[in-house]
């Protein structure tokens, strides 16, 4: 099993930065690919970034947010800047025994959420 925990969340003005963090523990050792979803209430849950040995970011967020990842601490990390309104949603962590993928069915882990809420 593999527990994923989620920080960072809050609200922040348009234009701001935000870097959420999400702590793996467990069986760590067994986990190749990490990845960011997010959920705006009414909407589906969407791939955000993912990282494996390469890094994979859905075309919303290119340029704006950075997916990085600390082995040592078993952590992954999403800096997000140039925030929008429409950024607003819950993030989710998820892990997976495999390759990044973009379709949210595949990853086997998911950690609880953090709101961010992109707001004036």
């Known amino acids: 099993q593999v527990q994923l925990v989620e920080s960072g969340g809050g609200l922040v003005q348009p234009g701001g930065s935000l870097r959420l963090s999400c702590a793996a523990s467990g069986r760590t050792d067994s986990v190749y690919a990490m990845a960011w979803f997010r959920q705006a209430p009414g909407k589906e849950r969407d791939f955000v970034a993912g990282i494996s040995r390469p890094v994979y970011y859905a075309d919303s967020v290119k340029g704006r947010f950075t997916i990085s990842r600390d082995n040592a601490k078993n952590t992954v990390y999403l800096q997000m800047s140039s925030l929008k309104p429409e950024d607003t949603a819950v993030y989710y962590c998820?892990?997976?025994?495999?390759?990044?993928?973009?379709?949210?069915?595949?990853?086997?882990?998911w950690g609880q959420g953090t709101q961010v809420t992109v707001s004036s």
């Open positions: 998820a892990a997976r025994f495999g390759a990044v993928t973009s379709t949210r069915y595949l990853y086997d882990y």
